[in-house]
């Protein structure tokens, strides 16, 4: 039996319907799992929040943010000192990512088994479902001549300082370099879950229902489940209906954010629910060159520098700080430039020679999920002293990187920017004090809110997934892991996803 | 307690009534009225007013190059914008430009409104509203400017005057 891709938006909703497994996203997570349930005879529907969007659909235009993005890609923390972003599209967030691959570090795994006792997840048990992922992904290295000048800068940079970095891994092929991965991929040379998992989950029978929004879980320990849905306009914008899944078991795989908006929502799960929050911000830095760089053109982000980076720190898995290129559209980069009014036009004449980059700093579980009175998700996150510290000394190296590589001025897009054009210039980024609003930080990789844990007391699932305090209602995406599990979340989420769907079909 | 965008917002605009203390009839006749825009879905006329000024200071005509924000009306795409947002957020951003509207006066005890300060010192005034010491001010800023830049720079008349372009989808 071949699945059915429903578009709820077009009226067609079922009124009610029941499955064996109701899954609750449809990126990295929901779709693995989605597809693995399937094909182990499972009656399985899966509910998307957003659309479908491929190929012409995707206009590489910065006005995709409204549609592929959560709450139109101005979702952020209640201070909005970090922005969050969190796919809302068929496919998930592999839709809508740079398409670095980076599994699990062998370290985190252990991290997981000796401070969370999450024995099972070995190295030797998780590594045939990383390169299983990896499979998925077609994960290849980019040839020589699809690094562009962006990421190139940064590598010479390195070279020149003899740091540590690496072409990471991505999941594209016959890329045509058209440089607006963040906006979904017109040509469609992503082997994202849109891509792999989604046809294959289709093809064994999987059902997956879009615009619709789950709003309610009930019955979490009864054998029967409940799960509320919301249907959506074309756009998404406003509910214009409901349907009831009457579901045995229930998979959560909605992000970080959504999977404990949802069981808060519902009144499920214990204190753990919607805490350790883990966003690892990253931050822009931008370097103004002599020569064209077009960081706009070409794979945004190929190259990273990992000399300050850790995998395998006892306390935490991965950690310390990574920098990698990045290409940024025209409006980001100009809402991050230390000018405005007339002198901010001037700057952007020279758009094309900025290159830019983001600093990655692993964190811990400061945030927090909760919801408010009308049951959306509010995100709370408070940066210690030490993660600002990391901050600084990321700046820093970003500064040496660029300087290092010719660049005339390095940019630090803070409300008072800080602008260096020598090293001995670098003190001026200790004065930094990262306070809400005044740096732009992003989130890509939210984690932790739902976390696995040997008992109720240390996390909100089980190492199965299941959610404690309830009998079939399982989560399958990053909200499980309780640290970064790496610099990217894509291949650990997928990762995850199937080692625990398998046990769970079993 | 940790302070919610909403809340804030609410505290802030408290602080208008109380520090300008004129009452309703002074702060109006201090912002004046402004001239009518048809079409508006959701902007009064007055914030259609206060964003125009913001988009222009941010992106004026001419200099580096001669596209700039009134051309391309980045007041009319934000209230288009709204429209599809829920009742929250409108109300929220409509009283982030009312607290912009009257930040001159709040804040820094001047007898002019934003919409009414030359080119220059609307682009020194929001300047300082993103470095401020108080949250709420460089929240507005960063929302605002955020927002603009994307719409503005997302306009292909815009492209060819900072070397950007699309490149070709290949068949």
Redesign the interface.
């Known amino acids: 039996m071949t699945g059915a891709i429903v578009d709820l938006s077009e009226g067609n909703a079922p009124g009610e319907t029941s499955v064996d497994v109701c899954v609750i996203g449809s990126g990295s997570g929901g779709a693995t799992a989605a597809w693995e349930l399937a094909r182990a005879g499972r009656d399985v529907l899966v509910l998307e929040e957003g659309g479908d969007f491929r190929g012409?659909a995707l206009t590489?235009?910065?006005?995709m943010?409204d549609q592929l993005y959560m709450e139109?890609g101005g979702r952020s923390t209640?201070?909005?000192a970090i922005s969050v972003m969190q796919g809302r599209v068929l496919g998930g967030g592999g839709v809508i990512n740079a398409c670095d691959v980076v599994p699990i570090p062998d370290g985190v795994l252990r991290c997981w088994q000796k401070k969370y006792g999450l024995s099972e997840m070995s190295p030797e048990a998780i590594s045939p479902f990383s390169r299983r992922a990896l499979e998925d992904l077609s994960a290849n290295t980019p040839r020589p001549d699809q690094i562009n000048v962006n990421n190139a800068l940064l590598r010479a940079g390195a070279e020149a300082l003899g740091w540590r970095g690496e072409v990471m891994l991505h999941n594209r092929q016959a890329c045509?370099?058209?440089?607006?991965c963040l906006v979904g991929c017109?040509?469609e040379a992503k082997r994202n879950p849109r891509m792999v998992a989604i046809p294959a989950a289709l093809e064994a029978g999987a059902r997956f229902f879009t615009r619709a929004r789950a709003v309610r879980i009930d019955g979490a320990t009864a054998e029967q489940k409940t799960v509320h849905v919301r249907t959506l306009d074309a756009?998404g914008?406003?509910e214009t209906g409901e349907l009831t899944v009457r579901a045995r078991t229930v998979v959560l795989a909605a992000n970080a954010v959504a999977s404990a908006q949802l069981l808060l929502r519902s009144g499920i799960g214990n204190e753990h629910v919607g805490r350790h929050l883990i966003l690892q911000p990253q931050l822009p830095v931008t370097a103004l060159f002599d020569r064209e760089v077009?960081s706009?053109?070409g794979i945004p982000q190929a190259y990273a520098v990992t000399e300050f980076e850790r995998l395998d720190d006892e306390e935490h898995g991965f950690w310390g700080f990574r920098v990698e290129a990045v290409g940024g559209?025209?409006?980001?980069?100009?809402?991050v430039l230390p000018r405005?009014?007339?002198e901010?036009?001037?700057l952007?004449?020279g758009?094309?020679h900025f290159a830019a980059s983001l600093l990655l700093v692993p964190d811990t579980g400061n945030g927090r999920v909760t919801v408010d009175g009308?049951g959306r998700a509010?995100i709370?996150y408070s940066m210690p002293d030490e993660q600002k510290q990391r901050y600084r000394d990321a700046v820093k190296a970003a500064a040496r990187l660029y300087l290092a590589a010719g660049a005339t001025r390095v940019m630090v897009p803070t409300?008072?920017p800080v602008v260096i054009t020598t090293e001995a210039e670098l003190s001026a980024v200790d004065a930094l004090g990262f306070?809400?609003?005044?740096a732009?930080f992003i989130s890509a990789h939210q984690q932790g809110t739902v976390r696995f844990a040997t008992s109720p007391a240390g996390g909100g699932a089980d190492p199965s997934g299941q959610v404690y305090g309830t009998r079939g209602v399982y989560v399958l995406d990053s909200s499980g892991f309780p640290t970064s599990a790496s610099s990217h979340t894509m291949t650990p989420i997928i990762t995850i996803a199937r080692y625990l769907a398998q046990r769970l079909a079993a | 307690m940790r302070l919610s965008r909403r809340r804030i917002l609410h505290v802030s605009l408290g602080a208008v009534t109380l520090v300008v203390g004129g009452g309703a009839g002074g702060l109006l006749a201090l912002r004046g009225c402004a001239p009518h825009v048809d079409g508006l879905l959701c902007l009064s006329d007055q914030e259609y007013r206060t964003l125009g000024a913001v988009a222009t200071a941010l992106f004026p005509e001419g200099g580096a190059f001669p596209i700039g924000a009134a051309q391309l009306d980045l007041a009319r795409v934000f209230d288009g914008f709204l429209a599809d947002e829920d009742d929250d957020r409108r109300g929220d951003l409509k009283k982030a430009l009312l607290l912009l509207e009257y930040g001159p006066v709040v804040y820094e005890r001047r007898g002019v409104t934003f919409s009414h300060l030359s080119a220059e010192d609307r682009v020194a005034h929001f300047e300082r509203w993103q470095t401020s010491d108080d949250l709420t001010r460089r929240q507005v800023a960063l929302a605002l400017r955020r927002f603009l830049s994307v719409v503005f720079y997302d306009r292909p008349e815009v492209w060819p005057h900072i070397g950007y372009a699309l490149l070709p989808v290949p068949a």
């Open positions: 012409g590489m235009r910065d006005g943010y139109r209640v201070d909005m045509q370099g058209l440089g607006k017109p040509v756009r914008y406003h077009r706009f053109h559209t025209p409006g980001i980069v100009a809402s405005l009014g007339a901010g036009k001037t952007m004449r758009y094309p009308r509010r709370e409300a008072r306070e809400p609003a005044t732009p």
